[in-house]
Every structure is written in C-alpha cells, then in structure tokens.
Antibody, heavy 121, light 112 residues
Framework: EVQLVESGGGFVEPGGSLRLSCVAS????????MSWVRQAPGKGLEWVGR??????????DYAAPVKGRFTISRDDSKNNLYVQMNSLKTEDTAVYYC????????????WGQGTLVTVSS | DIVMTQSPDSLAVSLGERATINCKSS????????????LAWYQQKPGQPPKLLFY???TRKSGVPDRFSGSGSGTDFTLTISSLQAEDVAVYYC?????????FGQGTKVEI
C-alpha cells in the first residue's frame, strides 16, 4: 500500500526558508515521478513542481510562482522526497501535499495528508 | 501555461438528481500521437486530500462508483454524477497534464 507522510511545516516569516519532507512507503521513490501540490486556505489546488526518475533524467519542473525559490530533491537511500523553500512569501501559505504521478494514469494518483506552511510577519 | 476554467463555481442538486460540471482548457490537451486526452478529475472532501476519479478524461479509477462519468476531448470536458448521493458533496477539480507543468481548474463545489 502506498503511503506518503509529510512533515516540516510550520510558521515562518517572509523571506525565510523551510524544508518539507515526505516519507514514502509501499513503493520506491527513485522509480516514480514525485511532485508537490499546494492548497492555500480555502482555495484551490496548485501544482508546485516534480522530480522525475533517474531513468527519465532525474530532472525537475516547477510552476512559475516558485521557480528559482523552491528546489525539489529526493534521497533514494531513505525513500524520501523533499522541497527546500527559500525566499518565502505570504502567498506561499498553504497545505503542501506530497504526491506520486503514475505511468498508468499519467498524473497524480497518490496523495499524502499534507503539512501546513504559514508565512506571516 | 494551459489555463483550466470550470463552470459553474458551485451548484446545488437534489438527492438523486444529475450534476454536471464543465471544464474548458485554453488549448487542446489531446496528444495526437496516442490519441489520449491528458485530463483528470479529482474529488476533494473537507479536511481530506483530493482523490483521483478519472484520468485520460474518461477512464474511471478502480473503486469509483459508476454514477460518475467523464467525457469530452480536446478542450471541452464534462464530469457527470448521474444520481447525486449525500456522500458526493465535495469540491471537484479538473486538471490538465498535457504540458510540463500541470494546472488545475478553480474547482466546483457540489452541494445538496
């Protein structure tokens, strides 16, 4: 059974940094396209970015609002996914979900429960 | 980026009646080489992460009740709930994954 557990959320001031982690079980992160999706309080879903498998080049893609500020990485030895968030803005306040994109569906199939990031002064 | 626009933003439907949600993309999400529409539908209930209902526009994920159906191609898509049940109260999102950066519609809230 695929399970994703996010951690690392919290309160941070504008301009600060935070790193979110996602512990995966039931599959190997190195063999999956992993992504982060966020949801501001009371708002809709926003795709943040992804990291592809090594077989697909291990490259990353990012949404325009976070490009240059967020970095997605993974640790294959720990089966973890991360997102390093720098230069945080108030508009980055959201629940951040760790997700798995599958080849069968071509899109995000599995979701964690999310972790809340609050950026405020 | 491809912009996804859903309509309506919300709708109230009586139990047992039909609910229809529309989704329009700013450009075609039909990939000609495999004839697949890169369009998904998600259901999100309060306090829960989204749940995938359909992918490739009309392929129902295992376990999704058959009162749900997905249709459309190119730029225009529809999610239909043929007979609304109380447990279907949720926000529904369409998502395109044609481009390198997937995008979601703004969501449609379905109420009784």
């Amino acid at each position: 059974e695929v399970q994703l557990v996010e951690s690392g959320g919290g309160f941070v001031e504008p301009g600060g940094s935070l790193r979110l982690s996602c512990v995966a079980s039931g599959f190997t992160v190195s063999n999956a396209w992993m992504s982060w999706v966020r949801q501001a309080p009371g708002k809709g879903l926003e795709w943040v970015g992804r990291i592809k498998t090594k077989a697909d080049g291990g490259t990353t893609d990012y949404a325009a609002p976070v490009k240059g500020r967020f970095t997605i990485s993974r640790d294959d030895s720990k089966n973890n996914l991360y997102v390093q968030m720098n230069s945080l803005k108030t508009e980055d306040t959201a629940v951040y979900y760790c997700t798995v994109e599958t080849g069968t569906t071509g899109t995000t199939q599995y979701w964690g429960q999310g972790t809340l990031v609050t950026v405020s002064s | 980026d491809i912009v996804m626009t859903q309509s309506p933003d919300s709708l109230a439907v009586s139990l047992g009646e039909r609910a229809t949600i529309n989704c329009k993309s700013s450009q075609s999400v039909l990939y000609s080489s495999n004839n697949k529409d890169y369009l998904a539908w998600y259901q999100q209930k309060p306090g829960q992460p989204p749940k995938l209902l359909f992918y490739w526009a009309s392929t129902r994920k295992s376990g999704v009740p058959d009162r749900f159906s997905g249709s459309g191609s190119g730029t225009d898509f529809t999610l239909t709930i043929s007979s609304l049940q109380a447990e279907d109260v949720a926000v529904y999102y369409c998502q395109q994954y044609y481009g390198s950066t997937p995008t979601f519609g703004q969501g449609t809230k379905v109420e009784i």
